[in-house]
């Protein structure tokens, strides 16, 4: 079974840091694209960032660019999610998300984590 | 930026046919997606590629495309399918992942 268990959110004051992670189980991690997913309180879906199979490709949100950073560590079966110079724009659940196609051409989601929250506020 | 426009809601009686849409310019050329979210719940995978459905999905779930519009349909609808639903999809790049903002289906 598929299963994306996210952890590390919490409250943090305006400008701080905080580091996401998300433990894979269930499936072959280093063969799948993985991505960051928030949703603000009350709000919608929001893409974050997302990552090739073995690391070596990343990308983001233009409103996340320069401050946050997405790794993984296949031999954990591990993503993270670095986050720095946080805003109280960026409260929001952060959901860890498997891409569906594992070439990555098609952009998609087939498996989600609960999701943790993430509060920037002083 | 590239959106994706959605209704904010649609109501329907048990029984009858929820169609929900969603716009975009881009997607002619780019498959969509869509997601089901309940409360307090993580994003469930409906449909991809405009009109494939996911094995565990009721075949009630159903998608289409035509032009710059694409449409989840949803047949005979369930209490069980109130929820939020989202489309996916990404600009005609295929670089920026977009989500549309949501439509609240309601079960009268």
């Known amino acids: 079974e598929v299963q994306l268990v996210e952890s590390g959110g919490g409250l943090v004051q305006p400008g701080g840091s905080l580091r996401l992670s998300c433990a894979a189980s269930g499936f072959t991690f280093s063969s799948y694209w993985m991505h960051w997913v928030r949703q603000a309180p009350g709000k919608g879906l929001v893409w974050v960032s997302r990552i090739n199979s073995d690391g070596s490709s990343t990308s983001y949100a233009d409103s996340v660019k320069g401050r946050f950073t997405i790794s993984r560590d296949n031999a954990k079966n591990t993503l993270y999610l670095q986050m720095n110079s946080l805003r109280a724009e960026d409260t929001a659940v952060y959901y860890c998300?498997?891409?569906?196609?594992?070439?990555?051409?098609?952009?998609?989601?087939?498996?989600w984590g609960q999701g943790t929250l993430v509060t920037v506020s002083s | 930026s590239y959106e994706l426009t959605q209704p904010p809601s649609v109501s329907v009686s048990p029984g009858q046919t929820a169609r929900i849409t969603c716009s975009g310019d881009a997607l002619p050329k780019q498959y969509a997606y869509w997601y089901q979210q309940k409360p307090g719940q993580a994003p469930v995978l409906v449909i991809y590629k405009d009109s494939e459905r996911p094995s565990g999905i009721p075949e009630r779930f159903s998608g289409s495309s035509s032009g710059t519009t694409v449409t989840l349909t949803i047949s005979g609808v369930q209490a069980e399918d109130e929820a939020d639903y989202y489309c996916q999809s990404a600009d005609s790049s295929g670089t920026d992942v977009v989500f549309g903002g949501g439509t609240k289906l309601t079960v009268l």
């Open positions: 998300a498997r891409g569906a196609d594992s070439s990555g051409y098609y952009c998609y989601f087939d498996y």
